[in-house]
């Protein structure tokens, strides 16, 4: 299967589930592609969950099964080891043995991660920068391929911990659902595609279709120039009066990464202006901190990307 029809294949399985999200589907398997981790920030009742559940029978391990799937209710009285895993002893050897926590999975969903305390928020950096779990003086890693897909509540503050910079520079997009459309609407009403569709939904891809995917998506050109429109937009993001915290250079990484995976979402082997300004605001504004918290941080990390982008020639 080729890189573009791989991609396709994801989009079209999960449109099955997720009705009426093209651009978001499109959107967040540019992510999954360029090897990011996933923050979708919403209100209840909008399928967070369920996206991160269809993502993950829609690839097939080895065998033939769904991928390895793991879903982490975060709450407030949850301790790091319940998440990372721990070494319990064994009477009967007399000896240590490590069971594995939810994390070492190829696909995590991480529910509601702002209402657990961050101790435990922190458990997961290390895993999602580097791919690993440190227990004692043992290392472990969860299989391969391996990507956190987190939700957070935005209306309500009562009971929640907001997430570090440091956790949030770790996720490579912050994306949102939104209510679905009229026709969307009455299509879920019709069928209730979370309950009865995702239970049906069978792999469309192989592990190994999707690893080639993944590397075709990092592999795909992008013009010096683009490059280096990106990497003004994220130094502009550090001068601007109005942002107190500006983009790192591992927000540069990201943009770059995730613009080159959604051009192949696209079809295309090489990347586009168009491709810089549709991600600008999903790679950017988590990572950002307001000087005024009245100013509109997406129409100020618009005007920044355009401004950089505007009259490019790469062809």
Do not use: W
Request: glycine content about 6%.
């Amino acid at each position: 299967m080729k890189p573009e029809q791989a991609a396709e294949a994801l989009i079209n399985g999960a449109a099955r589930i997720i009705r009426g999200k093209q651009e978001f589907l499109e959107i967040l398997t540019a992510a999954i592609l360029a090897r990011g981790h996933i923050l979708i920030e919403d209100n209840p009742g909008l399928g967070k969950t369920t996206v991160a559940k269809t993502f993950a029978r829609l690839i097939a391990a080895e065998d033939g099964s769904p991928l390895i799937f793991k879903r982490i209710q975060f709450t407030p009285d949850l301790l790091p080891y319940d998440i990372t895993g721990v070494d319990v002893f064994d009477p009967e050897t007399r000896s240590f043995r490590f069971v594995p926590g939810p994390v070492l999975a190829n696909i995590v969903l991480a529910d509601e991660i702002n209402r657990t305390t961050p101790k435990v928020q922190s458990a997961l950096l290390e895993v999602m920068a580097e791919g690993q779990v440190t227990i004692g003086s043992t290392t472990h890693y969860p299989p391969a391929p391996f990507f956190v897909i987190a939700t957070e509540n935005p209306i309500e503050s009562e009971g929640t911990f907001p997430l570090p910079a440091a956790q949030l520079d770790r996720f490579m997009m912050r994306l949102s659902l939104g209510y679905p459309d009229r026709a969307a609407e009455l299509s879920i009403l019709e069928d209730n595609p979370a309950e009865t569709g995702l239970q049906r939904l069978e792999p469309v891809l192989s592990v190994a279709d999707f690893v080639a995917a993944q590397q075709a998506a990092a592999e795909t050109f992008c013009h010096q120039a683009l490059k280096e429109a990106v990497a003004d937009i994220v130094r502009d993001t550090r001068i601007h009066r109005g942002l107190l915290l500006g983009a790192s250079p591992r927000a540069g990484l990201h943009l770059l990464d995730a613009v080159k995976a959604l051009a192949l979402v696209r079809g295309r082997t090489f990347v586009t202006d168009e491709d810089i300004a549709a991600l600008v605001v999903p790679v950017l504004a988590h990572r950002l901190k307001l000087r005024d918290p009245r100013t509109q941080g997406v129409t100020l990390i618009r005007e920044l990307c355009l401004a950089r982008i505007d009259g490019i020639k790469t062809v």
